[in-house]
Antibody, heavy 121, light 107 residues
Framework: QVQLVESGGGLVKPGGSLRLSCAASGLIFSDSYMTWIRQPPGKGLEWISY????????VYADSVKGRFTISRDNARNSVFLQMNSLRAEDTAVYYC??????????????WGQGTLVSVSS | DIQMTQSPSAVSASIGDRVTITCRAS??????LAWYQQKPGKAPKLLIFGASTLQTGVPSRFSGSGSGTEFTLTISSLQPEDFATYYC?????????FGQGTKLEIK
């Protein structure tokens, strides 16, 4: 059974930094494409970043480009999101997600429980 | 970026009703369309991928159709556990954008 567990969320001041982690189990992590998706309180889902299985390819939404960095450690079955220059509009629940049963990055059959990031002074 | 637009934004329906939600893409997405169900405080759950393929374990009252730029999610006979928010998502080109969501409420 696939399990994704996010951690690292919390309260941070505008301009601050935070590093989110997502630990994966129950899948061949080194073959998995990983994605971060966020959801502001009471609002919809926003796709924000992707990393290929070997870290060769990364993609970012315009809203986070230049401020957020996705990375992974296949030896630790983990994916990370380094978030710098945080803004109030980055306040959201952050999910890591993957397609564990299919070789694709195009949809997500496995999600973590989410970790809340709050940006406020 | 490809824009995904869902309609309606909210719908009220009764147990046993048939409900259809529409998702339009701003350009063709080659059927790389997924539907998710989300309940309050929970992560989204994949219902359908490839526009019409039912994910394992999802009840057959859910179905998806469409091609090109217009897609639909249909629930044939609403059950109490179906009241939730539904999102479409395209996976053909980055960023893999979501629709804004459709909240399905009990009438």
């Amino acid at each position: 059974q696939v399990q994704l567990v996010e951690s690292g969320g919390g309260l941070v001041k505008p301009g601050g930094s935070l590093r989110l982690s997502c630990a994966a189990s129950g899948l061949i992590f080194s073959d998995s494409y990983m994605t971060w998706i966020r959801q502001p309180p009471g609002k919809g889902l926003e796709w924000i970043s992707y990393i290929s299985s070997t870290s060769t390819y990364t993609v970012y939404a315009d809203s986070v480009k230049g401020r957020f960095t996705i990375s992974r450690d296949n030896a630790r079955n983990s994916v990370f999101l380094q978030m710098n220059s945080l803004r109030a509009e980055d306040t959201a629940v952050y999910y890591c997600a993957t397609s564990a049963g299919y070789e694709t990055s195009g949809f997500f059959d496995s999600w973590g429980q989410g970790t809340l990031v709050s940006v406020s002074s | 970026d490809i824009q995904m637009t869902q309609s309606p934004s909210a719908v009220s329906a009764s147990i046993g009703d048939r409900v259809t939600i529409t998702c339009r893409a701003s350009q063709g997405i080659n059927n790389w369309l997924a539907w998710y169900q989300q309940k309050p405080g929970k992560a989204p759950k994949l219902l359908i991928f490839g526009a019409s393929t039912l994910q394992t374990g999802v009840p057959s009252r859910f179905s998806g159709s469409g091609s090109g730029t217009e897609f639909t999610l249909t629930i044939s006979s609403l059950q109490p556990e179906d009241f939730a928010t539904y999102y479409c998502q395209q996976g053909t080109s980055f960023p893999h954008t979501f629709g804004q969501g459709t909240k399905l409420e009990i009438k």
